[in-house]
């Protein structure tokens, strides 16, 4: 199967991601995590992409679909993926198609979260007050937060529409327990093995 996962910031991405991929036996391909851990080993990478990570705003299309374009290449990614956090934006939708049609693969669907703004913000609080049931992450303050927020509305919105009417885009209520939405999830993949 593949598969990428996108909502907004704070629509519990992470946690349903890794549920997901280990259901469906597919690596979870978190750009977000990547670059994360760029930046703590200290890498090339890691120096180029820190400043952009820790205000909130994205980094480059070329330089992002080139680290998903070696993930990709990997061999356990070869019957399937889970990619979480990207594409995000259109061009990075353009860069993602040139890349499946290099490995001779096509996506199987799209899932979107989706999180009312209201709820995004007060889960996102919670993380920054107190962790994430133990992460805490360098972009889970209140400025760079809105800044996520805003970033996800004028850039990423716009890749639902696409696939949306590519027909494969799947709307599911991300507001629930974590279970409630798996299973929300795992409803609407029914049938799709690796
Ligand atoms: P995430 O964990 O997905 O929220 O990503 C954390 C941060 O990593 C984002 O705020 C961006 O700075 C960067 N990032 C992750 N994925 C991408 C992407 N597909 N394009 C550009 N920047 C990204």
Redesign the pocket.
Known sequence: MRLVLFGP?GAGKGTQATRIAAAWGVPHV????M?RDAVSGGTALGTRVKD??DR????SDDL?GEVVEQRLRQPDARRGFLLD????TPR?VEILDRILSGLGATLDRVVLLEVPERVVLQRLAGRAAAGDGGTVRA?DNEDTIRE?MRVYRAQTEPVADIYRRRGILAEIDGTGTIDEVFAAVASELKGQRA
Do not use: E, K, N, Y
């Open positions: 910031p978190s750009t977000g995590a670059l952009v990570m909130g705003l994205l980094v992002i956090g990207f594409p995000r990075q972009d996520r």
